[in-house]
């Protein structure tokens, strides 16, 4: 379809993701003075269903209301394992840290899990990116005030710390920005966090993005009952081996020892708008025994 | 889902699924007769996301597996109303309909919340368009076999009628292909529905897409103890005021009366590829108050 594609649809491209509103389409030709204005910049239809949307508002109360669920029954039936999987565990020998008598503590990636990162969002979303980098790291010094708490999250964090666990974040927002990412969750009604107790952040380690090495740090001083993020890096290193493609990926998670920790321990919110989720091609996405084709029109 | 989006919006859409990133700025001037081929056909971020990520089987296990729960709780402690809004209720005046000693029924969606409906999903995207109502028509018909259930869907109704409550779909396939219809859910291994009895179709009553009547229908058999879909439509057809902007239909949601409801006997799962929660402008989807702009660079 793409080669049949015209000017005009390429000016409709303007309004979505990835084109700024003018220059890509506008014609080499030149036009009139009185030329109509661009289009309008339209946020991506991921945007608006998890930014916009009553449904996903809703997605993210039902999850937030289960997460805090969980972790007040754990609370009050202290486990014996962590929900974090010891170093060197596989699907076949998924074998999780012991807890001894540590204090319990549930761990939050940031980034679309206790926040919604609007102002960056919509600022790149004008300047007609997907992302960029040096947007992202000024919107880690300077955003706080402009992301939000997930809808749930308040509260969710009310109940987890009210239950007498402790709140710790570990997220791949950097080290050098610690103060600005505090900032931010502060602002947003989420609480004070400390760099190094409640707060890890890539650069704390030789780990770069991997959350496997701070998940071990925070298990060092913690019982961990509950890891949430919006990607698998949240929960273990294990499901981003660069080898796996989607549907590996995918598959790897129902496996039996994993799949019985999905709302269990191990709890992944919605994002469509960025991430290793938003991957794959026609054939990974859709399976061969589900293709379909309309009958022929006799 | 088709009135609220506009044709315009039906053109961008398509527009924005069905090219890559970098076709646009692709420079129109002809090129030469061996011109490279088109670009493959990629899938949507949201196709992505929803059919192609560990991410989203992942939440919708977890929703899958907290519905049966809800749904078991309720089985072993009879409520005394239903979950289906009275005729004429409101944020204000939330009355229930009764239950009396009517026996229990859960009520779904089919599509997107039961089913994912892959083949036709990929046949649409293949065609370069974002629905076409003729090829969904046929997919209705001829489509069984190539739609499948959602991850958890399977074992979450088995539980549910292992608690002996019925199963009973309600949806806006059309009542003119019934048989096609059952036979999907059928073929997705999700059980034998009966048109009329445990399948309600849009034609089934003169409410057209407004599944309100049909609920108030299955209320004079059933004490419905949990209503499930990926849109509002699918709970209340209150939600879906024409006059109701994305925000104003959002904080609807959060009234008080509703929002108790959600993951209480009002479940939505997570859809980002369609329907009415796909909507917005920038303004209506990044609130004033998170504008941001990074710092300039002095």
Redesign the interface.
């Known amino acids: ?3 049949y ?1 015209l ?1 005009s ?2 000016v ?8 700024p509103p003018a220059a ?2 506008a ?2 030709a030149p036009v009139a003075a009185e030329a109509a204005e661009p289009p ?20 993210m ?3 937030w ?2 997460i805090a669920a969980f972790v007040e029954t754990r609370a009050a039936n202290r486990p014996n394992a962590s929900v974090v999987l010891a170093p060197g565990a596989t699907a076949e020998a998924a074998d999780f840290l012991p807890c001894g008598d540590k204090p319990l503590a549930a761990v939050f990636d940031a980034d679309e899990t206790l926040i919604w990162n ?6 790149t ?2 300047m007609g990116k ?1 992302f960029d980098l ?2 992202w790291t ?2 880690e010094r ?2 706080a005030g ?3 708490a997930i ?1 749930g999250a308040v509260d969710g964090l009310a109940r987890i710390r009210a239950a007498g666990v402790e709140v710790i974040v570990n997220t791949n927002r950097s080290r050098e920005t610690a103060a600005g990412n505090a900032a931010t969750l502060r602002a947003a009604g989420l609480g004070d966090f400390v760099h190094g107790s409640t707060l890890f952040l890539r650069g704390d380690d030789g780990g770069g993005s991997g959350k496997d090495g701070r998940r071990e740090t925070i298990s060092q001083t913690y019982c961990v009952v509950a890891l949430v993020g ?3 890096g949240d929960i273990a290193d294990l ?1 981003n081996a660069r080898t796996l493609t ?2 590996a ?2 598959a ?3 496996n039996p020892a994993f ?1 019985q920790m ?2 269990n321990g ?8 960025y ?8 054939d ?4 061969a025994d ?6 022929g029109p006799n």
């Open positions: 379809m793409k080669r594609i000017p649809a390429l409709l491209l303007a309004a979505c993701q990835t084109v890509p389409v014609p080499a309008p910049v339209q946020p991506a239809p991921g945007q608006q269903w998890l930014y916009g949307s009553a449904e996903a508002r809703i997605a109360v039902q999850d209301n289960a609007l102002g960056v969002t919509a600022a979303q004008r997907a040096e947007t000024a919107w300077t955003g402009k992301a939000v809808p919006d990607q698998l499901f989607p549907p990926r995918k790897m998670t129902a799949d999905w709302g191990w709890f992944i919110l919605a994002n469509p708008v991430g290793p989720s938003i991957a794959g091609s026609m990974e996405v859709f399976p589900t293709y379909w084709e309309p009958p």
